[in-house]
């Protein structure tokens, strides 16, 4: 869903996720993606290979930890990371060639129609795209219904800190977070096979 999402369909031929990241653009489309899936890259240069969590990765707008001499050559994701159903939400000001003004990827798992956990990551709402750690708390434990979105209505979201541009104000963007965080924890609950989900 976020591949989709990134440039153009000429760029998507030719460009690459480990490009997408060290580029390190507050809005870039894959970044919270694999911040949900708790994704590493792997750096490597001619004396050493090394592994980094992705939020250690990039530290800033066009700034990462690649060091002079290095080159992302893989990016990991370990196999837990990959469970349960995920969903990715852009909002742009138009449908295609945009720079998004706020995303939200969010993964849950569920058992017995139950949040077991959940994983919920913003981009273009700060320095660089963060999980949300309040409204993963708050979703766990939750059962997959309307009480999904009353939870994410209420739950902090302090790790956010957008800027006010042309694509934007900084207040716009903290209100549709909140919503697209909704419709992204509500479209990959929706995917679980026990899942009956009702909008608030």
Known sequence: QAAREVGSVQIQNVASIAGNLCNASPAAD???????????VELRSTAM???????????????TELQPGEMVTAIRVPKNAATGASAFVKL???RYLVISIAMAAA??????GIVGNA???????SVV????????AALRG????????????SAPMVELSPIGDVRGSAEYRL????????????????????ARVAAA
């Open 30 to 40: 894959g970044v919270p993606t694999l911040l949900i899936l708790d994704a590493e």
């Open 49 to 63: 290979v090394r592994h980094l969590p992705l939020q250690k990765f990039i530290l800033g707008n066009r700034r």
């Open 129 to 136: 795209a963060k999980r949300l750690l309040g409204v993963e």
């Open 92 to 94: 742009g000001a138009r």
């Open 142 to 153: 939750l059962p997959v219904d309307h009480a999904l979105a009353t939870a994410i209505q």
């Open 119 to 125: 994983a919920v990551a913003v981009g273009s709402c």
């Open 175 to 194: 209100d549709a977070a909140r919503e697209i965080v909704v419709r992204a924890v509500l479209d990959a609950a929706g995917h679980m096979p026990t």
């Open 107 to 112: 993964r849950l798992t569920v058992e017995g």
